[in-house]
Structures are given as structure tokens and as C-alpha cells.
């Protein structure tokens, strides 16, 4: 099925870090890795994003694929899920959320507008919010009708609040997870002063330290249920 740029069986154009579906491997679920440049791994190598670090839980049960891309918004976190459904067919769905700021144009060909541009003059802080929530109830949906499994969590700007009831990673972002500092009093509370900033290659994403830190957090968090 397709209706302008939304299909069931075509990714939007764009390079996806991950194998080819092309033929599908047999014999696991599939887990697909929704997000922007920082799930993409802007900047950093193939072994140094979260998704890699990720990919290494429960390998014997799930395959894992980056479905993440440079600039997206919610809306083509969205139109990238739907465009997968019958090509991956996932079983579980982790969605990395962008900055809710951005939009997806479709005019004569898709825009992704972050909120510094023009076009995005006349929305604030409820319409960011709306779509948002517009957005993660098409991806429940998705899960919904494919009884998939579904975890969310966030690239820059922590939105848990707003969709607590469901399997969502509070207070940690990846830009927000390293420098790791334990508020607990606890023994092995980490507490060691880190003043240079991790960077990826192009000195502006987040580092490899960024990276690690918020898999091994995702997955400290979610593991028993991702399987």
C-alpha cells in the first residue's frame, strides 16, 4: 500500500545503518532502532553508537536494526516505522525521540524543519506538544495492531512526563547520561569531575563516553523486558 510518501513496503530515501532486509534473515525478532542523528550515530563509527552497544542484549533472541536518520522529527520517526512494516516486520519497537520542535514537510519533496526555520514560525509550545503525543499514539497504534513491543526514550530534551504510563525512559537522555554522576551516597556512586566534553568526529554530536553510557542505562532499565 501507498498514499503519497506514506507506504508499508518503502523506507523514505535516505542511508539507514543497518544490513539489508533484502533477503530478511530467519530465526529471531526483529527490533527496530527509531530516532535522528544521534541514534543514526552522526559522527562516530559503526561500533560506536548506542545501537551497536545495544545490539549486543540477548543476541541469541533479537536482531537489531538502525532505522535512525540525520535531521528527522517525529513525524518521519513515524513514517519511517509504517514504511518498515512489511519489509522488517518488527516484533519490537524502540523509538529514540528528536527535539518535538521539529516537523516533517511533504510538499514536492519531504523537508525536515528543525525550529529555527521560517516555516515553523506559528508553532509553540502546545503544538510541540500535540504533535508529539500525535505521534507516539500512531507508533502505540502500530504496536497495537502488530502486537509488537514498544520502549521510548529520548535523544536531547527528556518529554517522559507526558507518556509515563508507558515504557519510557525517565530522567536519561543521551545528552544528559555522561558525565555519569550517582545522586545516591551509595559506596560505588560515581563521583569523579569530568570537565572535556566526548564529541563525535564532527565536534558537534555527542562523544563514544555518551554513547556507551546511555546503552548500558537502556538496557539496565529495560533488558528483563526486551526479549
Not at 501507498?2 to 530465526?27: I, N, T, V
Not at 515504557?167 to 569531575?193: F, G, M, S, W
Request: hydrophobic share 30%; charged share 25%.
Amino acid at each position: 500500500m501507498k498514499y503519497g510518501f506514506y507506504a508499508d513496503r518503502e523506507l523514505p530515501e535516505g542511508h539507514y545503518r543497518c544490513p539489508s532486509w533484502d533477503p530478511m534473515p530467519q530465526g529471531k525478532k526483529n527490533v527496530v532502532v527509531l530516532g535522528c542523528s544521534h541514534t543514526y550515530g552522526e559522527g562516530l563509527e559503526d561500533n560506536e553508537h548506542w545501537v551497536y552497544h545495544l545490539a549486543q542484549h540477548n543476541t541469541e533472541r533479537l536482531r537489531y536494526w538502525n532505522l535512525g536518520q540525520p535531521g528527522a522529527s517525529g513525524d518521519k520517526v513515524v513514517r519511517i516505522l509504517y514504511g518498515c512494516e512489511k519489509l522488517i516486520d518488527p516484533r519490537v519497537i524502540i523509538v529514540c525521540w528528536p527535539f518535538w520542535s521539529r516537523r516533517e514537510r511533504l510538499g514536492e519533496v519531504p523537508k525536515d524543519i528543525i525550529s529555527t526555520d521560517t516555516a515553523l514560525k506559528n508553532e509553540d509550545e502546545h503544538t510541540d506538544k500535540n504533535t508529539f503525543l500525535k505521534n507516539v499514539f500512531l507508533v502505540q497504534k502500530y504496536a497495537d495492531k502488530n502486537d509488537c513491543q514498544v520502549f521510548h526514550c529520548f535523544a536531547q530534551e527528556n518529554y517522559s512526563e507526558h507518556i509515563k504510563e508507558l515504557n519510557v525512559l525517565p530522567q536519561h537522555t543521551i545528552k544528559n547520561c555522561y558525565p555519569p554522576y550517582d545522586k545516591h551516597h551509595l559506596a560505588d556512586a560515581r563521583r569523579t569531575l569530568i570537565s572535556k566534553p566526548s564529541l563525535a568526529k564532527d565536534g558537534i554530536h555527542y562523544g563514544v563516553e555518551h554513547h556507551r553510557e546511555f546503552a548500558k542505562l537502556f538496557v539496565n532499565y529495560f533488558g528483563k523486558k526486551l526479549k
